[in-house]
């Protein structure tokens, strides 16, 4: 027997595993004690890797050698890997030359691990010439990217795990962590256990199993988040629990936030979150004291963490959500230190680690800024190649909306399902349809996307991938494969060599090839890539030039920044009191509180939110194989509140029609006396093959996409996936 040390691939918490494994095949799986996220634990999703990798799964649901679809509805047929890619590098280049590199669009995946992004961005952005590059991060945590940019200077979480054990007060924002990062949260009911006096503050309207462990549960009213971090601020000023040394020693912007702030009385604030005006009070005395009882002098301040996730990010206030929480810390001085300051809890395993190569449409490697004709410049220099296009690449929605525009004639996409996964499901079907070329290049071989293929690239997965991951707390771990991968699957970054060293021979002939990287020995070829990321962050905020996988071979994950000369990562950032930004000074960011994008009426009196459960994962891909992780609900159904049942006469299990201005959809219904009236909630996993909705322009709808809006946060261009108005209705 043999065992493999690697990491989970599903949630942002990043949890080490070790793999035993027979040569073959991949027998058992357990927590790594060793590694510092989980020290040992795993949540039932984690702790079932090894069944959803048994061969005979992997026989049904794998996608195992390159297929072509002649026409489009046709079953497609074998080809040899060198057929594909020839005729793949053929048609990008017809499309290149008719339409320009503009018409190419590249949709990747926050699943994808930090190697395979870094090819991906080279190819498109250096070696295409579109920055028509974005991912599945798009609709995770580009408002926390952005939010953090916009106060801290920088996409850096400055907080680590270790504070869930040190803080005074956690404030658990727009996360069921419960079931979102099981592992994290065992953490907080440890620390919780041993220090009860501790205060925990959630704020959901729903009345999760997070929100069952709160001293204090802020059930406001859906996307009013920026008003209450208003309020929470208005009220520390006015009773001098904010710290004036801090602001005015360590950050720029004050005034404009005050103005705003102000007219967020403790009333007002009260009216629109539909909250206590007491809890208000308490809430902010928590948050601005540590959960001292008593708010004392300044050194008498107790640490806060703040914990967050969709529920911010997932909005069309989603950048100001962000920047409004951290407002909050940068009043306070609490940030920095032990057990203080802002943590976004990364939704995908690696959405991080994309990020850090410029896996988004606005970025470039290691946190440079496409906008930045310096960035740009430096970027074209480290590539070897002349220029990097300023053209803004579009995001996500905006791919798809080219698309479907006839402007985007060719989608490849990677590792990601967005015929299920994305907004306005009729229009990414519209997309998927019209565009000239799409190839999906993925492990798994029945996925709502494939069924749109004209090329499926068989990929490899978890227990046969390598390289690099980076958590929610900037930890960088080793991905290792225990075994060989299945049929002809190929590893995402080795498909994007390939593709690309047949490329550049029509785009540089006679140039040095950009794309030298070793795809027959893949793990010297992967380290290769690994080095340049490495050697492009020299000198930026995520320095990790001190740091080397022999390194992460003898002592284990490690957080970045790590630069040269350094003997270990920085647990926290902001120490110092100096941020990110050109002056050094982290800056306030005053923006006005805005409704939901979709509010209710009388047409549509429901708010209908989404959410993860424990024991799925995204679009079940991969969770959706294993009987024992449907335990917990064994079927698709609408949570709702138990006085709107009884008034629609509706029992548990009835079959309901929900219905948005975008489509609709039929499922049971259950009672949840955790809701409030007038809000639903619904789980987001289940897609065509479990759940079949209304037809849009002759599409057949699935899944809770069905329903949601495309409706976005103009500055980070994510999407408001936690609310829409419905209709609810017996069907
Ligand atoms: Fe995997 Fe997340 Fe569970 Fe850890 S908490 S085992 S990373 S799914």
Request: net charge neutral.
């Amino acid at each position: 027997m043999q065992e493999t040390r690697s990491t989970c691939p599903y949630c942002g918490v990043g949890c080490g595993v070790i793999i035993s494994s027979d040569g073959q095949q991949i027998t058992a799986v357990r927590g790594d004690p060793a590694h510092p996220a989980n020290q040992g634990k795993l949540c039932t999703k984690g702790s079932s890797l090894h069944l959803t990798a048994a061969p005979a799964l992997a026989r049904q649901s794998r996608l195992l050698q390159p297929m072509q679809r002649l026409q489009r509805g046709a079953a497609p047929e074998a080809r040899s890997w060198d057929t594909a890619l020839d005729s793949l590098a053929n048609q990008l280049l017809q499309i290149h030359a008719n339409h320009g590199p503009d018409a190419l669009g590249f949709y990747l995946s926050g699943q994808l691990l930090t190697e395979d992004y870094y090819v991906f961005n080279k190819l498109v952005k250096g070696l295409l010439g579109t920055n028509n590059l974005d991912t599945n991060s798009r609709l995770c945590m580009s408002s926390a990217v952005a939010g953090y940019k916009a106060t801290l200077g920088a996409d850096a979480p400055p907080a680590c795990y270790e504070d869930i054990d040190l803080a005074g007060c956690l404030f658990i924002s727009g996360s069921n962590m419960a079931w979102a990062h099981p592992i994290l949260f065992r953490r907080v009911e440890e620390a919780k256990a041993r220090h009860p006096e501790r205060k925990i503050i959630v704020v959901d309207p729903r009345r999760t199993e997070t929100a069952e462990l709160a001293d204090l549960h802020l059930a406001l009213q859906p996307g009013t988040d920026v008003m209450l971090c208003h309020g929470l601020l208005h009220i520390m000023l006015a009773q001098g629990w904010a710290d004036p040394a801090f602001i005015d020693a360590h950050t720029s912007g004050f005034a404009q936030l005050h103005a705003i702030v102000r007219e967020a009385t403790p009333e007002r604030v009260a009216q629109v979150c539909g909250l206590a005006l007491a809890d208000l009070y308490l809430a902010a005395q928590w948050l601005a004291w540590g959960g001292a009882d008593a708010p004392g002098t300044n050194s008498e301040r107790l640490p806060t963490l703040s914990l967050y996730c969709q529920g911010l990010n997932q909005s069309s206030s989603g950048t100001a959500n962000n920047a409004a929480l951290i407002n909050l810390h940068l009043a306070t001085g609490q940030i920095g230190k032990p057990g203080a300051g802002p943590l976004s809890l990364t939704g995908q395993p690696n959405a991080m680690g994309g990020r850090e190569v410029g896996g988004l449409s606005n970025l470039l490697s290691a946190h440079r800024d496409m906008a930045n004709p310096q960035h740009r410049a430096e970027v074209a220099q480290m590539w070897g190649v002349d220029t990097v296009p300023a053209l803004p690449g579009k995001s996500a929605l905006e791919m798809f909306e080219a698309a479907a525009d006839g402007q985007i004639k060719a989608l490849w996409i990677a590792c990601t399902n967005p015929a299920q996964s994305m907004p306005e499901q009729a229009m990414v079907r519209r997309a998927l349809e019209r565009a000239e070329l799409v190839v999906v290049q993925e492990a798994f071989a029945q996925t709502e996307t494939t069924a749109y293929a004209d090329w499926l690239l068989p990929a490899t997965t978890w227990g046969e991938k390598l390289g690099t991951v980076t958590n929610s707390e900037r930890r960088i771990s080793r991905v290792r494969a225990a075994v060989a991968a299945p049929g002809q699957a190929r590893h995402d970054w080795q498909i994007g060599v390939q593709l690309a060293q047949r490329l550049e021979r029509h785009l540089r002939p006679g140039r040095p090839s950009l794309f030298t990287y070793d795809t027959v020995q893949a793990e010297r070829g992967c380290e290769a890539i690994w080095v340049e990321h490495r050697d492009s962050t020299r000198g930026r905020d995520l320095d990790i030039t001190g740091l080397s996988w022999a390194l992460l071979e003898a002592q284990g994950p490690q957080q970045w920044p790590l630069p040269s000369g350094a003997s270990q990562g920085r647990q926290r950032l902001y120490s110092d009191g100096r941020f990110a930004t050109d002056d050094g000074r982290a800056r306030f960011d005053a923006q006005a509180w805005k409704p939901v994008a979709v509010p209710r009426d009388a047409h549509y009196p429901f708010s209908l939110n989404t959410s993860r459960l424990r024991d799925q994962w995204h679009g079940m891909s991969r969770t959706g194989q294993l009987g024992r992780l449907f335990a917990q609900a064994s079927e698709p159904s609408l949570q709702a509140h138990p006085q709107d049942m009884q008034q629609l006469q509706l029992q548990d299990g009835d079959l309901v029609q929900l219905r948005s201005r975008y489509g609709s959809l039929v499922l049971p219904v259950q009672a949840d006396a955790g809701l409030q009236p007038a809000q639903l909630n619904l789980p987001m996993h289940w897609g065509s093959m479990h759940l079949s909705g209304s037809t849009v322009d002759g599409q057949r709808l699935t899944g809770v996409n069905a329903l949601t809006t495309p409706e976005r946060c103009p500055r980070s261009k994510q999407p408001e996936l936690k609310h829409v108005a419905v209709q609810l209705e017996k069907a």
